[in-house]
């Protein structure tokens, strides 16, 4: 049976369309990236990427963005689950709610918990007199970063529990199905392609955060200088090479999800074929 | 159980607050301490290099260890950091405005300006022309930068000091060859700012504008990056232009005693900023192209610095603080210079 | 966890499911703590200036140029996102070719650069020496120092908001429901107009949606390529890092909120929208 779309010529003609506009407009970017990286040759970029700072800046990344991830990714199915299978009062404002981070400039999100975890605002004053140091020091890194992809999970499965409704799981309620049992055997294996994209998007944005990072990051090197405060750093340095190839390590980061997606879908292709 | 390095200070800061209490300056022995220095974003390697020379005088004096941890960033951004918290020992900055904040906050002496030699500045600059080789435009002093068809490119006072600087000196300069006629000064500097190509929020982008993209005639920013930036782009294909008169730019240092109190560092604290005086720290400046006091050191390099007139901020606009006031606040002469 | 589930006022039938409890549990508590509590901070700036000086700071005209810029900047990479993203979606999931899985990650790319690194590296391809401006600048398209400069970094940035959001709707789509379209021998066009796109709709509109919002805050990847001259390509992120760097909390504070409120109301639409169009194409609840 033919679906649409699978005419031969109008395949070819998107999918060139396609490749061409990420060519030009994704794949050139990230090729210049690249080119500047190695600029000065292979030997120079290893020794970039395995300078001491450096190599501070990719642990601290990778750790807040390990952190972030299960929190989220627990919000973000509660949240889908609450707005999509019941219906209740202010249901619209909650789902209008968790788009804060969306509509808010990443460095004023920094900012805002600045003015309450700081020094002057009303819970810094209190850390401050205990000695307990949030800001500029990586737990506050950790909680814009949360703050900034908190809506991601959420925002990738609510459109899609919604086209899908819930007659599914309420058919396995009347069958007896229980709680999480209900909830890993039927409803997961339906969203589990967008519960990766959001976790995918969650990790790139975590990895990448730069505008409200760098106001609760204090950027002390080898301390609390994420990878792209480091690129940062280096490039209003004149070290444009040192600055391109940690750029490009953000990249091939951000890329690793990718890998592990592949992994997966070959893994659950696999499982298929066999049951 | 292996602490990674970054996770280790707040464990510590913890396990601080559950009782120890954090009043604890009691140089007995030799120890490994910590000191940190907050600084402005073009610093790093100035202070890359400074800091191995500190630690070791610091090592054969008190037999200390001594790890010196940096921060760099915008200097208003650095000091917004340590208004909120951040637990900094002493700041290096390009804007007398931003550690006068932290005085007006009570983090910084009050008299800071006055506890260490030159107003607190152990190094200066002043601004300075970066123009393509051979100066096709003949660009020699302020005056020429206002002509018909100069391209200028320097980043926006409303967002850098550097281009705070730049906006200042070419006042100056302005109220100098008219007299103060308040009218031909405003007409100049409308001239000025309308050859302005492309404003870019700090000095690093500006460089990259003029120098990547190929766009204006000439770069303004602190003599001392003007000539990072022409030997890092090949000292052939651009030239520097010191005008005759100029401005001072001072790069201010100060104790944050607040924090270096609680971090039991005052004695460090002062003895690294009184270093920055010392011959040898004043020839590492000069290596990086700033002006220094120190005279043994001047006279070696007199030949990378050329004789110009400076004049301070306060000689001509009363204060920093009128300065900032008069021309960049909101609605001040910039806004109405830059009116359409 | 059957346990947890607990009757509000105006709950009048039994719920079917379970988990109304735990969920509404954690999400209250999440959005309370890590959402609402800090913009308390943003609250309190505001509470001390008055009504009159709010106005005068958000309708400064330097200010409200730069709201134009901003908005037609994110209009246009709105339109630019939504129709690529769509066809992007579109041939990642229907269409299997070499080279899929390579497109398939550069999607999230601009996510993960930092945007600043994302600005300079468009600032440099598209200025009249980089490799793209080489082309298009004999053709008389100024892109770097321009608003369509302000415009291709917005719509970098946010481009993965709809292949994203649009990509698993699409994977999701039965196969029956367009062979269906096809049986009855509609041409291509038509039947994707009628079948697919109802479905694609939501999920379009949101992802084309939070791109936009996206644009309207973005700061790190427009100042490097907008030239950022006074009334002409100054963005309204600049307006308030300007505030920011005079100390002036307030005035940022102030200029952020009409920000974040535009944002807001425009997201509310949209779900509120939503909402009714899911009700309709389920035939109504």
Known sequence: MQRIGDARWVRYSLISAAVAFSALFLLLPLVAIFAQAFASGWSTFIANVTEHYTLAAIGLTVLVTILTIPVNLAFGVALAWLVTRFAFPGRRLLQTLIDIPFAISPVVAGLVYLMLYGRNGWIGGWLDSHDIQLMFAWPGILMVTIFVTSPFVARELIPLMQAQGSREEEAAVTLGAKGFTLFRRVTLPNIRWALLYGVILTNARAVGEFGAVSVVSGAIRGETNTLPLHVQLLYQDYNTVGAFASAALLALIALFTLAAKALLEWRVSRQEVAA | ?340 | MSALSFRLPWQSQQRVLPGFGLSLGISLTFVSLVLLLPLTGLVGELKGMSLSQYWAIITEPRVVASYVTTISGAAVAAVINAAFGLLLAWVLVRYDFPGKRLLDALMDLPFALPTAVAGITLATLYSSNGWMGQLLEPLGWKVSYSWVGIALAMAFTSIPFVVRTVQPVLEDLPAEVDEAAMALGARDGVAFRRVILPHLWPALVTGTGLAFVRSLGEFGAVIFIAGNMPYETEITSLMIFVKLQEYDYAGASAIASIVLAVSLLLLLAINLWQGRFIRRLHGGR
């Open chain 2, 1 to 340: 159980m292996i602490v990674p390095a970054f996770l280790r200070r707040t464990t510590l800061s913890l396990a601080l607050a559950t009782g120890v209490g954090a009043g604890m300056a009691m140089p007995a022995m030799a120890e490994e301490r910590e000191l940190l220095n907050s600084s402005y974003d073009i610093a790093r390697e100035l202070f890359a290099t400074i800091n191995p020379a500190f630690k070791e005088h610091w090592q054969a004096e008190h037999g200390d260890t001594l790890t010196i941890k940096q921060s760099h960033g915008g200097s208003s951004a650095q000091a917004r950091a340590i208004l909120q918290g951040l637990k900094a020992d002493v700041v290096t900055y390009n804007q007398v405005t931003d550690v006068q904040v932290l005085a007006d906050a009570g983090l910084v002496a009050e008299d800071w300006q006055s506890q260490l030699p030159n107003n607190a500045s152990p190094y200066y600059s002043t601004t300075a022309f970066l123009v393509r080789k051979d100066n096709p435009k003949g660009i020699h002093s302020w005056e020429d930068l206002a002509a018909d068809g100069v391209e200028i490119v320097f980043p926006n006072p409303k967002t850098s000091g550097n281009g705070r600087y730049t906006y200042l000196a070419a006042w100056g300069a302005a109220e100098q060859q008219f007299n103060g006629d308040e009218e031909k000064i405003q007409d100049f500097m409308r001239d000025f700012l309308g050859n302005v190509k492309v404003f870019d929020t700090g000095g690093r982008g500006a460089t990259t504008t003029f120098i990547e993209r190929g766009i204006g005639d000439v770069l303004i920013s602190f003599e001392s990056e003007v000539n990072n930036i022409r030997q890092e782009y090949g000292s052939d294909d651009y030239e520097v232009i010191v005008p005759p008169v100029d401005i001072l730019a001072e790069f201010p240092v100060a104790v944050v005693e607040d924090s270096a109190e609680r971090n039991g560092n005052l004695d460090i604290a002062e003895d690294y900023l009184t270093f920055l005086y010392t011959e040898e720290a004043q020839r590492i400046l000069a290596n990086f192209n700033y002006r220094v006091h120190d005279e043994t050191v001047t006279t070696e390099f007199s030949d990378q610095f050329p004789e110009t007139e400076l004049f301070r901020v306060e000689d001509v606009f009363g204060s920093w603080d009128d300065a900032m006031q008069t021309h960049f606040a909101s609605g001040g002469m910039l806004d109405q210079l830059q009116r359409r």
